[in-house]
């Protein structure tokens, strides 16, 4: 049992979770995950990432007692220590210590020859908020994977884990990878960038083709120059919207992105 609010465990934590976390978490190879809902994915996803370390307090044990643990390395700590390692107003007293995964953008090439493919890349976008959501978005969706690009916000971030709400574990992600890489990969993929312009609606597209749908920073938005590559090389496409709202914030927006390209999925 952990008591001292000086051991080494809690200034690992804060480290990871700190103003620095970014840097830390990347040097180490580690980033955190609190709240049950995320150590009981941790705990039961087949792949990546893995619990190095499980940090609890005795309520939160028990809220783990129907997992088995005995591979894990389970540190208890008291409700004083749990307060001070997390970032969250009322901890759960649960917060797991992950291994970064390690992956290379060429894995996607693996995804090259399969039909009606989805991607989402997501460039530059800054607010942790946004990027979990859109990951849970696309995990919901059956999105084959998420990849953002160099300048984005770190999705291993406590708010983006947060906001992932788990499907960090279910869902292939690859970060800071230029465009021009993500689509000499995916070559039969149909670049799709939504745009207030664009004469196409996205309801027009055909299902059966592959897509990269591609969303922007929240105040710059994104085009073509700023992926390195041609407007000819691009699809734009709008969100008929039948109201009177002049647009839709990021989130929002790439919902119902995600979700009108899922439908060939879904069926």
């Given at each position: 049992?952990?008591?001292?609010?000086?051991?080494?465990?809690?200034?690992?934590?804060?480290?990871?979770?700190?103003?620095?976390?970014?840097?830390?978490?990347?040097?180490?190879?580690?980033?955190?995950?609190?709240?049950?809902?995320?150590?009981?994915?941790?705990?039961?996803?087949?792949?990546?990432?893995?619990?190095?370390?499980?940090?609890?307090?005795?309520?939160?044990?028990?809220?783990?007692?129907?997992?088995?643990?005995?591979?894990?390395?389970?540190?208890?700590?008291?409700?004083?220590?749990?307060?001070?390692?997390?970032?969250?107003?009322?901890?759960?007293?649960?917060?797991?210590?992950?291994?970064?995964?390690?992956?290379?953008?060429?894995?996607?090439?693996?995804?090259?020859?399969?039909?009606?493919?989805?991607?989402?890349?997501?460039?530059?976008?800054?607010?942790?908020?946004?990027?979990g959501t859109i990951?849970?978005?696309?995990?919901?969706?059956?999105?084959?994977?998420?990849?953002?690009?160099?300048?984005?916000?770190?999705?291993?971030?406590?708010?983006?884990?947060?906001?992932?709400?788990?499907?960090?574990?279910?869902?292939?992600?690859?970060?800071?990878?230029?465009f021009a890489d993500?689509?000499?990969?995916?070559?039969?993929?149909?670049?799709?960038?939504?745009?207030?312009?664009?004469?196409?609606?996205?309801?027009?597209?055909?299902?059966?083709?592959?897509?990269?749908?591609?969303?922007?920073?929240?105040?710059?938005?994104?085009?073509?120059?700023?992926?390195?590559?041609?407007?000819?090389?691009?699809?734009?496409?709008?969100?008929?919207?039948?109201?009177?709202?002049?647009?839709?914030?990021?989130?929002?927006?790439?919902?119902?992105?995600?979700?009108?390209?899922?439908?060939?999925?879904?069926?």
């Amino acid at each position: 049992m952990i008591e001292s609010l000086h051991s080494p465990h809690v200034a690992r934590v804060k480290a990871l979770i700190g103003s620095r976390g970014v840097k830390e978490r990347r040097q180490a190879g580690l980033f955190i995950a609190e709240g049950l809902q995320a150590a009981r994915e941790a705990l039961t996803a087949p792949g990546a990432p893995f619990i190095k370390s499980l940090y609890v307090t005795s309520s939160g044990l028990l809220k783990l007692s129907d997992f088995d643990l005995n591979e894990v390395d389970v540190v208890e700590v008291t409700d004083a220590v749990m307060a001070e390692m997390t970032s969250t107003v009322t901890p759960q007293g649960i917060l797991a210590l992950c291994v970064l995964p390690r992956r290379e953008i060429s894995e996607l090439s693996t995804l090259a020859t399969k039909k009606s493919l989805r991607v989402i890349y997501l460039h530059e976008i800054q607010d942790p908020g946004n990027a979990g959501t859109i990951l849970r978005t696309a995990d919901a969706m059956g999105v084959d994977a998420v990849i953002t690009s160099p300048g984005s916000v770190d999705m291993y971030s406590p708010k983006v884990v947060r906001a992932t709400a788990g499907s960090l574990w279910h869902i292939p992600l690859f970060e800071s990878a230029a465009f021009a890489d993500v689509v000499s990969l995916l070559p039969e993929a149909q670049p799709l960038l939504l745009s207030s312009h664009a004469k196409k609606s996205i309801l027009d597209l055909p299902l059966e083709e592959s897509y990269i749908s591609i969303f922007g920073n929240e105040a710059r938005g994104v085009d073509a120059p700023s992926l390195g590559v041609s407007d000819a090389s691009i699809t734009s496409v709008t969100i008929p919207m039948a109201g009177r709202a002049e647009s839709l914030n990021l989130s929002a927006a790439a919902s119902i992105v995600i979700f009108t390209l899922s439908r060939t999925i879904a069926g």
